[in-house]
């Protein structure tokens, strides 16, 4: 509901009831505000209130005002969609004003709303999918390993343009195997983004060893080259100098990876590419993940593509992904027996979610386009307000857009993300914060950690103000515009709040 839409349902006192009747018609959402000259809600008006003004035999010039007293049933702006639904259904109804602390009507939620909730980024299946599915089933190769787990690595290796892929349970079960591969022991170092997931650190645990976080640079929202090369100066003055660095492409968009390449390589230390969230994506025309020495992609339910779960890790040296294969099958030599010599993961993909990922491959350039096209969107039609920082795709990056983001600009940033975030809630819309750094987590208190400059901290900064939109490839042109008029208006309403504090 927009600003404009929300405005037509606020009547005043005078209103006479044939005029309300035309209201509630013109509008179409079952109820009116009656409001006073400071804008504070006084009752409200639904079509049963008139029906029952008409059995009355009261005229149709006869004004709001003398209509029954009533005493609205409300909920306040720091209410969640749980609290709203109680009252709704506690008292049977299906319309519930918001109001702030003065009384004011700034909202309205309506329980149509509640069944169209629209989502973060859902599963987006097709027909493709299901034929290699059916095919699994009718050959009963169902289980870890099969032909459609053959095929899904050849396919998405063939698409980025790398040698070789082993498809695997996640893609946190890559990232581990990959330190693994690259030599990773316990009490080793590791840098890491900070800006990610924890799916993209918690890996470094596993394997024993300390992580160390670098910002992110404002240019791309990624792995800022200026504090990598500080945190590579620290670690050979602390004789630290880590075994790899684990480089983070944000939100579907690839890092600056000619500088993050050219300190690593004069330092001699490898990386390994989390590309969970940016498979579709490039950097200067090369597909992001094949940069470092192995790549990482995710297929979870949330991501560009999916295969409900899974992930893979891609490299153009056959021998170690042919070790990646052999560790996470349990690290089973090859004999007729079980013969164990070192220890193994159970990370492999089984056929069935492979033959789901062949499928899903088929589209992905559309899925791409599409989400693209959402952010286009998004940025278009709120390009007028000001104080909107829009994640940004330097010349050279093409973004997949996996997730649509922003970040509010200015003091109290986090108040009216968290504002924000309430007021799109409410009306059945999901949306999230951007990743909370790893630098700030309780679990990684204590680790080192190098800001974008001495006296700055990007990441922590986009954090504070940072959203997260609908952005699933799967959104209809109603939905994405039901997404931008409740933005649009809680956006608005947070500058108010913020003005008024």
Same mark, same amino acid.
């Given at each position: +509901?927009?600003?404009?839409?929300?405005? $037509?349902?606020?009547?005043?006192?005078?209103?006479?009831?044939?005029?309300?009747?035309?209201?509630?018609?013109?509008?179409?959402?079952?109820?009116?505000?009656?409001?006073?000259?400071?804008?504070?809600?006084?009752?409200?008006?639904?079509?049963? #209130?008139?029906?029952?003004?008409? %059995?009355?035999?009261?005229?149709?010039? =006869?004004?709001?005002?003398?209509?029954?007293?009533?005493?609205?049933?409300?909920?306040?702006?720091?209410?969640?969609?749980?609290?709203?639904?109680?009252?709704?259904? $506690?008292?049977?109804?299906?319309?519930?004003?918001?109001?702030?602390?003065?009384?004011?009507?700034?909202?309205?939620?309506?329980?149509?709303?509640?069944?169209?909730?629209?989502?973060?980024?859902?599963?987006?299946?097709?027909?493709?999918?299901?034929? /290699?599915?059916?095919? @699994?089933?009718?050959?009963?190769?169902?289980?870890?390993?099969?032909?459609?787990?053959?095929?899904?690595?050849?396919?998405?290796?063939?698409?980025?343009?790398?040698?070789?892929?082993?498809?695997?349970?996640?893609?946190?079960?890559?990232?581990? &195997?990959?330190?693994?591969?690259?030599?990773?022991?316990?009490? #080793?170092?590791?840098?890491?983004?900070?800006?990610?997931?924890?799916?993209?650190?918690?890996?470094?645990?596993?394997?024993?060893?300390?992580?160390?976080?670098?910002?992110?640079?404002?240019?791309?929202?990624? %792995?800022?080259?200026?504090? &990598?090369?500080?945190?590579?100066?620290? !670690?050979?003055?602390?004789?630290?100098?880590?075994?790899?660095?684990?480089?983070?492409?944000?939100?579907?968009?690839? @890092?600056? +990876? #000619?500088?993050?390449?050219?300190?690593?390589?004069?330092?001699?230390?490898?990386?390994?590419?989390?590309?969970?969230?940016?498979?579709?994506?490039?950097?200067?025309?090369?597909?992001?993940?094949?940069?470092?020495?192995?790549?990482?992609?995710? /297929?979870?339910?949330?991501?560009?593509?999916?295969?409900?779960?899974?992930?893979?890790?891609?490299?153009?040296?056959?021998?170690?992904?042919?070790?990646?294969?052999?560790?996470?099958?349990? !690290?089973?030599?090859?004999? =007729?027996?079980?013969?164990?010599?070192?220890?193994?993961?159970?990370?492999?993909?089984?056929?069935?979610?492979?033959?789901?990922?062949?499928?899903?491959?088929?589209?992905?350039?559309?899925?791409?386009?599409?989400?693209?096209?959402?952010?286009?969107?998004?940025?278009?039609?709120?390009?007028?307000?000001?104080?909107?920082?829009?994640?940004?795709?330097?010349?050279?990056?093409?973004?997949?857009?996996?997730?649509?983001?922003?970040?509010?600009?200015?003091?109290?940033?986090?108040?009216?993300?968290?504002?924000?975030?309430?007021?799109?809630?409410?009306?059945?819309?999901?949306?999230?914060?951007?990743?909370?750094?790893?630098?700030?987590?309780?679990? /990684?208190?204590?680790?080192?950690?190098?800001?974008?400059?001495?006296?700055?901290?990007?990441?922590?900064? &986009?954090?504070?103000?940072?959203?997260?939109?609908?952005?699933?490839?799967?959104?209809?042109?109603?939905?994405?515009?039901?997404?931008?008029?409740?933005?649009?208006? =809680?956006?608005?309403?947070?500058?108010?709040?913020?003005?008024?504090?």
């Amino acid at each position: +509901m927009t600003a404009d839409e929300f405005e $037509a349902l606020c009547i005043r006192g005078d209103t006479t009831l044939h005029q309300a009747l035309a209201t509630l018609n013109r509008t179409a959402r079952g109820v009116l505000l009656v409001v006073d000259e400071a804008g504070r809600l006084v009752r409200t008006v639904t079509d049963g #209130d008139l029906r029952r003004a008409a %059995l009355q035999h009261l005229p149709e010039m =006869a004004m709001v005002r003398e209509l029954p007293a009533q005493s609205p049933l409300t909920i306040g702006p720091d209410a969640g969609l749980a609290a709203a639904v109680a009252v709704l259904d $506690a008292h049977q109804i299906d319309h519930l004003p918001v109001v702030d602390a003065q009384g004011r009507a700034i909202d309205i939620v309506l329980r149509r709303e509640l069944t169209q909730r629209i989502w973060l980024s859902s599963p987006h299946l097709g027909e493709e999918e299901t034929a /290699f599915v059916e095919e @699994a089933f009718r050959t009963n190769w169902i289980a870890p390993l099969g032909p459609h787990v053959d095929g899904f690595e050849r396919e998405l290796a063939a698409h980025v343009g790398v040698g070789h892929g082993a498809a695997l349970s996640s893609g946190t079960a890559a990232i581990h &195997l990959g330190l693994i591969l690259m030599g990773v022991q316990p009490g #080793d170092t590791v840098f890491c983004s900070s800006f990610t997931f924890i799916g993209s650190c918690n890996p470094i645990l596993y394997s024993g060893a300390r992580p160390v976080f670098i910002d992110s640079e404002p240019g791309t929202w990624n %792995l800022s080259p200026a504090a &990598l090369e500080r945190a590579f100066e620290w !670690a050979r003055r602390e004789n630290r100098m880590p075994r790899c660095v684990v480089v983070v492409n944000l939100y579907g968009q690839s @890092a600056d +990876m #000619d500088a993050i390449l050219a300190i690593c390589n004069r330092h001699g230390v490898p990386i390994l590419e989390d590309a969970a969230e940016s498979l579709g994506a490039s950097y200067k025309g090369r597909a992001s993940g094949t940069f470092g020495a192995l790549g990482v992609y995710s /297929f979870n339910g949330n991501k560009i593509i999916t295969t409900s779960g899974g992930g893979m890790l891609v490299s153009d040296d056959a021998a170690l992904i042919a070790r990646a294969r052999k560790l996470s099958t349990q !690290a089973r030599e090859p004999v =007729a027996h079980y013969e164990h010599v070192e220890m193994g993961f159970n990370y492999r993909m089984s056929n069935v979610l492979a033959g789901i990922g062949r499928g899903q491959l088929r589209v992905l350039d559309q899925r791409v386009a599409q989400r693209r096209r959402i952010y286009d969107t998004y940025r278009r039609a709120l390009a007028d307000l000001p104080g909107l920082v829009w994640m940004p795709e330097p010349e050279g990056y093409r973004s997949t857009r996996w997730l649509s983001c922003f970040a509010l600009a200015g003091e109290d940033a986090q108040a009216r993300r968290d504002f924000v975030l309430r007021s799109l809630e409410r009306h059945s819309i999901e949306a999230r914060p951007v990743w909370k750094p790893m630098h700030q987590q309780p679990l /990684f208190r204590g680790a080192p950690y190098f800001p974008h400059q001495p006296d700055g901290d990007v990441c922590g900064t &986009l954090f504070e103000g940072g959203i997260c939109l609908p952005s699933g490839s799967n959104m209809d042109d109603a939905q994405v515009d039901r997404v931008v008029g409740q933005l649009r208006r =809680a956006l608005q309403q947070a500058g108010l709040e913020r003005a008024l504090a």
